[in-house]
């Protein structure tokens, strides 16, 4: 069996009102879907929830489809009425959010 040392892996700490959770790993092609399937979830179990927040302390690449699984995951927590926070993001993370011109959308307080 091999092992991929990039493969995402999600640790996930919620209390009353707010989500954690902590990327490790790629937010790629192979792997973006089970971030937007774990964040779909806690918006699904938490309808009171006031914030989530995403922790990228130990991300890896991020490729145009974790930068899709992002702007997904903005638009959900915006129709929830959640506010996302994209925390500890690494330089190449911020870099391309700020290129892309999403870092802002992303973070701005729900309508």
Do not use: C, Y
Not at 59 to 68: E, R, Y
Request: glycine letters at 6%; aromatic letters at 0%.
């Amino acid at each position: 069996m091999t092992t991929h040392p990039h493969h995402l892996q999600l640790t996930t700490v919620d209390t009353q009102d707010s989500v954690r959770i902590e990327a490790h790993g790629n937010l790629d092609h192979d792997s973006a879907g089970l971030l937007l399937k774990e964040v779909t979830a806690q918006l699904a179990a938490r309808p009171a929830m006031t914030d989530l927040h995403l922790h990228f302390t130990d991300l890896g690449t991020v490729d145009s489809m974790g930068l899709s699984t992002l702007l997904m995951i903005g638009r959900r927590a915006n129709a929830a009425g959640v506010q996302l926070h994209l925390d500890d993001r690494p330089t190449r993370l911020d870099r391309l959010l700020r290129l892309t011109g999403t870092l802002d959308h992303l973070t701005a307080p729900p309508r």
